[in-house]
């Protein structure tokens, strides 16, 4: 099974900009579109990125479209997300995936604990 270990969730004020890491073990991470999704509090957890195994197609949320860029290193098993201009609705734990279809299918089982980003002045 494999297992994820995200990093690089912080404070930040409005405007400021984070690169969020997702490493993944496993010896087949490059057969897999993977996806970034976030859970605020209260709210549900949402995809906000998704990424093709290859890396050569992304889509986005229409909330983060602009400010947010995701990216993977096949040769790391690590994905990322750059996250600019960031706002405090962005405020969430962020989680990486894999999704069974680009670009917003469904993910699968297991999941890791997540990194805090949080916005505010």
């Known amino acids: 099974q494999v297992q994820y270990v995200e990093s690089g969730g912080d404070l930040v004020q409005p405007g400021g900009s984070l690169r969020l890491s997702c490493a993944a073990s496993?010896?087949?991470?490059?057969?897999?579109?993977m996806g970034w999704y976030r859970q605020g509090p209260g709210k549900q957890r949402d995809l906000v990125a998704s990424i093709t195994s290859g890396g050569s197609s992304t889509n986005y949320a229409d909330s983060v479209k602009g400010r947010f860029t995701i990216s993977r290193d096949n040769a790391k098993n690590t994905v990322y997300l750059q996250m600019n201009s960031l706002k405090p609705e962005d405020t969430a734990v962020y989680y990486c995936n894999r999704i069974r279809s680009f670009p917003a299918g469904l993910p699968f089982s297991s999941w890791g604990q997540g990194t805090q980003v949080t916005v505010s002045s």
């Open positions: 496993g010896s087949i991470f490059s057969r897999y579109h």
